[in-house]
């Protein structure tokens, strides 16, 4: 089954704790992108990736980095994370297609997270 | 640049009657558009998209979308609202070129209320 998914679903963490969200897609797609969702802000994008080693900042990078060593996973890390990065997390993935760029994103089930 | 808006935040209807949920968007490049629909504690599903084809676009669950270039605009409709149909949903637009291509950019959401 073609899927985007995520780990953990569900995390409680403290201030300044290092912490992994991780992301795998098994339709060898290129594109892959974080994104965040925040009530009345709809999503906004935090860092995507267009191919292995290739990535770049969204709309809100800042307190996020992430790596793509390989083409299915693309984690989002937090270095040290705070309250105001208390939200609902949603990888996905999508072909790339050159002079097209139409290809429907597919979107893993999300990570909700709480910063204390 | 890109730039997505959903005109309500909150519609309400009740069980039977028509739906229109509206939606603006602005775009450097031809646009890829797309609705998606996210359940009280549920992930993002695809309802319908817009890639260049036709103008009026089917979608799922008996939505249409029409894509007005003169307007610039994506309006969502549904003839009949079912009480399923109750959800947040999002208009989304994909940046088909430039040095953001690929990148999604949604709307604050709307969130519709069905009334038996």
């Known amino acids: 089954e073609a899927q985007v998914t995520q780990n953990p679903r569900y995390l409680i963490t403290v201030t300044g704790k290092k912490l992994t969200v991780t992301c795998s897609q098994n339709?060898?797609?290129?594109?892959m992108s974080w994104y965040r969702q925040d009530p009345g802000l709809g999503l906004r994008q935090i860092y995507y990736s267009m191919n292995v080693e290739v990535t770049d900042k969204g709309d809100v990078p800042e307190g996020y980095k992430v790596s793509r060593k390989e083409k299915r996973n693309f984690p989002l890390i937090l270095e040290s994370p705070s309250p105001n990065q208390t939200s609902l997390y949603f990888c996905a993935s999508s072909r790339l297609e050159r002079g097209r760029g139409q290809e429907t994103q597919y979107f893993g089930p999300g990570t909700r997270l709480l910063v204390l | 640049a890109q730039s997505v808006t959903q005109l309500d935040s909150h519609v309400s209807v009740s069980e039977g009657t028509p739906v229109l949920l509206r939606c603006n968007y602005s775009?450097?490049?031809?646009?890829?558009l797309f609705w998606y629909v996210q359940h009280p504690n549920k992930g993002l599903q695809l309802l319908l998209k817009?890639?260049?084809?036709?103008?009026l676009v089917k979608g799922i669950n008996g939505f249409e979308a029409e894509f007005k270039k003169s307007e610039t605009s994506f309006h969502l409709t549904k003839p009949s609202a079912h009480m399923s149909d109750a959800a947040e949903y999002f208009c989304v637009v994909r940046n088909a070129g430039g040095t953001s291509y690929g990148k999604l950019t949604f709307g604050q959401g709307t969130i519709l209320t069905v009334h038996p």
């Open positions: 775009s450097s490049y031809s646009p890829s």
């Open positions: 339709m060898n797609h290129e594109y």
């Open positions: 817009y890639t260049s084809a036709a103008t």
